[in-house]
């Protein structure tokens, strides 16, 4: 199973940018999709979750601004921001938690992260 992220840039404070991650492999379910992000000098924090049912959770500081959405027939999902801050910049990783998968005649839970991908606001 790999997690590969799309659309971080360069983009003014007040501005959008959306964040795609699509999950491949042999999945068979995936119960929550998410990003998280680390600025430098702090620790990776979550930004938004959402599962398989579509139950969403916000940080606080992204509430109004940010939308997390998914396909879960597709096992991608979006992150959608609007309202851009400086203090939004961080590289942003994808999450997969709840992975199902199979292996030859088995099948396996785990969790898996994405790539990094770097999102700066300028002021």
């Known amino acids: 199973v790999q997690l590969q992220a799309f659309g971080g840039g360069l983009v003014q404070a007040g501005g959008s940018l959306r964040l795609s991650c699509a999950a491949s492999?042999?999945?068979?379910?995936?119960?929550?999709m998410g990003w998280y992000r680390q600025a430098p000098g702090k620790q990776r924090e979550l930004v938004a979750t959402i599962t398989n049912g579509g139950r969403t959770n916000y940080t606080d500081s992204v509430k109004g601004r940010f939308t997390i959405s998914r396909d879960n027939a597709k096992n991608t999902v979006d992150l959608q921001m609007n309202s851009l801050k400086p203090e939004d910049t961080a590289v942003y990783y994808c999450?997969?938690?709840?992975?199902?998968?199979?292996?030859?005649?088995?099948?396996?839970?785990?969790?898996?992260w994405g790539q990094g991908t770097e999102v700066t606001v300028s002021s």
């Open positions: 492999g042999r999945i068979v379910y995936i119960y929550s």
């Open positions: 999450n997969a938690e709840g992975v199902l998968y199979s292996s030859g005649l088995s099948r396996y839970t785990n969790d898996y």
